[in-house]
């Protein structure tokens, strides 16, 4: 009797990858994090388990292991093994506050990996929302947010090229774009938002590490000047089980 090779597992890393095995296992622990299977304060399986689980050898899983230490992800305890980071649960704020600015008073690392970043005409409803000319170049700033590794929001951002010159060219990789705009010299006053919740479609699905279908919070802003002139405009789509907005809501005479 002659035995069919195993399927490999879809959780296993793959040699022919063109990562090296290490930063899939980074990635394969952090998407196990991001979705919940592995949560703050809760210990990761045997070294054994996981080599046997991923298919790779204990050398290799230790430098992933080491590396997520060193990104304030794990941290190890002698002789009990590996354990998911303990941060402090903060709200969102109410005030106006980029996810940068967030993340630095949450105690985390923000970052972001760059999808689209260039200039384009605005659409007609683009136009409509910025009170500027259908045609009009745009800067477009697409980028999954990241804190502290962890994908958190899916964020695209629009901007009037004649505000912002030169912004093509800045990395946003770890810059502010609130920074960015600020150092230009305009004003970021006030944002006017509106949120709902919409299903992650399989684009953002992929992006955000999660199932498509999955609850989302997705978050359309227009942020004013003083006089009450459109900067820029925002779609950001949060996995909603990583984002929580705090309000405050006054009851009038």
């Not at 980074?26 to 809760?42: F, P, T, W």
């Not at 990241?146 to 090229?161: G, K, N, T």
């Not at 919409?198 to 003083?226: F, I, R, S």
Request: charged share 25%; with cysteine; proline share 7%.
């Amino acid at each position: 009797m002659t035995l069919a090779p195993a399927a490999p597992r879809p959780d296993a890393v793959l040699a022919n990858s063109a990562d090296p095995l290490w930063i899939q296992a980074v990635e394969h622990i952090m998407r196990e994090i991001a979705e919940g299977r592995l949560v703050a304060g809760s210990r990761l399986p045997p070294e054994r388990e996981l080599c046997a689980h991923l298919s790779i050898s204990r050398v290799t899983l230790r430098k992933a292991l080491l590396k997520l230490v060193d990104d304030g992800v794990l941290h190890s305890s002698h002789g009990r093994g590996w354990f998911v980071a303990v941060g402090q649960q903060k709200d969102w704020p109410n005030s106006l506050e980029s996810f940068s600015e967030t993340a630095e008073r949450m105690g985390l690392e923000a970052s972001s990996r760059i999808l689209r970043a260039g200039i384009s005409p605005a659409t007609i409803d683009e136009a409509e929302e910025l009170s500027i000319a259908p045609g009009t170049p745009l800067f477009h700033l697409e980028r999954v947010r990241m804190l502290s590794q962890v994908p958190i929001a899916l964020d695209a951002s629009r901007v009037p090229a004649a505000l912002v010159p030169g912004f093509d060219e800045i990395d946003f990789t770890h810059a502010s774009l609130y920074q960015a705009l600020t150092s230009a010299g305009l004003d970021l006053l006030r944002a006017e938002s509106t949120i709902e919740a919409k299903p992650a479609d399989a684009y953002l699905a992929a992006h955000l590490l999660v199932e498509p279908g999955t609850p989302m919070l997705v978050m359309h802003q227009v942020v004013v000047d003083g006089a009450d002139r459109p900067i820029f405009s925002s779609d950001i789509r949060y996995a909603g089980d990583r984002y929580r907005l705090r309000t405050v809501f006054s009851r009038t005479a």
